[in-house]
């Protein structure tokens, strides 16, 4: 039975995702923001979940686009929306798919902002002082050291269980988008940070204990129900981070290091499969935007090494 009110729409959809895409939850939260914003637009207008057609689809994008919102949100509204009449046309609610031909306005190409080496490197030797006692002074240059060493989601970062780091591992397992795994190396300074930091958590599990209260489970706990960092609270600290090693915040964020860290090695000469890897991108493609920084690696090896760049000009 097709549902009356599109919340059930909604509810149904993102259930089903869930279920069968082991969608993330941020992932869920974001189609369910656009496809709330396009339930209100469609009450305002008279317009059912059930009946409207292609052309009022296709006037809530114009709608949008008067609001001044990006390429890039009107495309992922489309795709919500898409995605949405798909389930709906698998339920038997709807005998088509109302946005299926629309092509959409497209994403703005854009290169991903990143730092540069000695940047990142002013940020690491901050993070080793900066904090209100020796533990946090401690947990900040492990996360700090952690980011730009694996190149993790936040939301991976500030998640990881102490069990993934125990026992002093080259290699860490770690869960991502979708609920795929995949390994990651740690670098001798990061290794070294967290060693230093389950030190200090160690100490304060054994005081913990002694209280009957239980030890924390997440390598970076928190107050919260998650029991670990929040990722607001991470984004705050990076930028005051940054302000202090005179970076400018305005430039620093996690997702920021993230780019430094697969900017970093494909300069390096790090194969784009290998950080496509290490990354978590399920499609190459999305781990191409990178080669822009072998623009001028390959004209200066073209200028030094092909032999008609070395012929000298003829003498007049």
């Excluded at 730092?115 to 946090?136: I, K, M, P, Q």
């Excluded at 991976?156 to 780091?165: D, F, G, H, M, T």
């Excluded at 239980?214 to 990722?231: D, I, V």
């Amino acid at each position: 039975m097709t549902p009356a009110h599109p919340e059930r729409w909604i509810s149904a959809f993102l259930e089903a995702i869930a279920a069968e895409a082991d969608a993330a939850t941020n992932t869920r939260l974001a189609y369910g923001r656009d496809l709330k914003d396009f339930a209100d637009w469609c009450g305002a207008q008279g317009h059912a979940f059930a009946t409207l057609d292609r052309a009022a689809v296709e006037a809530y994008l114009v709608s949008c686009d008067l609001q001044g919102l990006s390429k890039a949100t009107r495309a992922r509204r489309l795709s919500s929306i898409r995605q949405m009449y798909r389930f709906a046309f698998d339920e038997g609610w709807r005998s088509d798919n109302p946005a299926l031909r629309l092509s959409g306005p497209g994403k703005a190409a854009r290169l991903p902002m990143t730092l540069s080496e000695d940047e990142v490197s002013r940020l690491l030797t901050t993070a080793r002082d900066h904090g209100r006692n020796a533990g946090e002074r401690l947990r900040n240059a492990a996360l700090m050291e952690l980011l730009y060493a694996t190149g993790l989601r936040v939301s991976e970062l500030v998640s990881l269980p102490q069990a993934a780091v125990r026992g002093d591992p080259r290699m860490i397992l770690v869960r991502g988008k979708g609920g795929r795994e995949r390994m990651v190396p740690l670098s001798p300074p990061a290794r070294a940070a967290v060693a230093d930091w389950l030190a200090d958590l160690d100490a304060g599990a054994d005081t913990r204990r002694k209280a009957g209260r239980p030890a924390p489970k997440a390598l970076f706990p928190g107050p919260g129900a998650a029991g670990h960092l929040t990722r607001q609270a991470f984004f705050a600290l990076i930028k005051a981070i940054a302000l202090a090693a005179g970076v400018d915040p305005a430039r620093v964020t996690p997702h920021v290091l993230r780019h430094a860290f697969a900017t970093h090695l494909l300069a390096g000469g790090a194969d784009l499969r290998v950080i496509q890897s290490l990354l978590g991108h399920a499609d190459v493609a999305t781990t191409e935007i990178y080669t822009h920084v072998l623009d001028e690696h390959l004209k200066d090896l073209v200028l030094t090494h092909h032999p008609l760049a070395k012929r000298r000009p003829p003498q007049a």
